[in-house]
């Protein structure tokens, strides 16, 4: 059964570092992987969605990427600010889990100006 | 409308009574997906619309959970006899594909039950 792990389960930096989160999952036969942000109260935004084929994806101050054969994917945020501060999960779609997606716990950020 | 739509935001519900919750998808996207969240933890899959059709209902907890979608547009996640185990925010998110193999997946903001 697929399991996806984050870390870390938190962190806290100051603004304008570059940081890493990291998600890793047990089964490589992934079709797809997105990372989302959660705000407090609300419901998950999609940022990336990575296919099976492809090694990375970048939108603005993020980078993804992905190593299947390591069951490893990184979300790298530039330049961080006090706006990025938020949950950001990390989800994956593979064969056995169907129609599913399987999240993981997620990683709090804080960002303090 | 723009996004995925949820009602309601918030629910309290006495033990044992039933409960219903709502979810307007984004207009024509095919797939609907119900998720729940408890707190401090990612989703956790539930069921999968495809159009009318609830092609996956494998993540139901128990049969007190059920779903419809009978016009392929609007859905409803009914909850029968709630229990405390059941408090969780219930997402529900939208998808212009069939399945999960390509296109993005968008939520709603969830309704949170909360049962005493």
């Known amino acids: 059964k697929q399991e996806v792990t984050q870390i870390p389960a938190a962190l806290s930096v100051p603004e304008g570092e570059n940081l890493v989160l990291n998600c890793s999952f047990t089964?490589?036969?992934?079709?797809?992987l997105q990372w989302f942000r959660q705000d407090p109260g609300k419901g998950l935004t999609s940022l990336l969605l990575?296919?099976?084929?492809?090694r990375e994806q970048t939108s603005g101050r993020l980078n993804a990427s992905l190593d299947k054969s390591s069951g490893r994917s990184t979300l790298y945020i530039a330049a961080s600010q006090p706006g990025d501060s938020a949950t950001y999960l990390c989800?994956?779609?593979?064969?056995?889990?169907?129609?599913?997606?399987?999240f993981g716990k997620g990683t709090t950020l804080s960002v303090s100006s | 409308g723009a996004g995925v739509s949820q009602s309601p935001r918030y629910k309290v519900a006495k033990r044992g009574q039933d409960v219903a919750l709502r979810c307007d998808p984004i207009?024509?996207?095919?797939?609907l997906f119900w998720y729940q969240q408890a707190l401090g933890q990612g989703p956790e899959f539930l069921t999968y619309f495809q159009n009318e059709a609830q092609l996956d209902k494998s993540g139901l907890p128990s049969d007190r959970f059920f779903a419809e979608r009978p016009e392929g547009s609007v859905s409803t996640l009914k909850i029968q006899r709630t229990q405390q185990e059941d408090s969780a925010v219930y997402l529900c998110?939208?998808?212009?594909?069939?399945?999960?193999?390509?296109?993005?997946?968008?939520f709603g903001e969830g309704s949170r039950l909360t049962v005493l």
């Open positions: 089964d490589s036969a992934i079709y797809n």
């Open positions: 989800a994956v779609s593979d064969n056995q889990a169907g129609t599913a997606l399987i």
């Open positions: 990575i296919q099976s084929s492809q």
């Open positions: 998110a939208s998808s212009l594909f069939r399945g999960l193999l390509t296109g993005e997946l968008f």
């Open positions: 207009s024509g996207h095919v797939s």
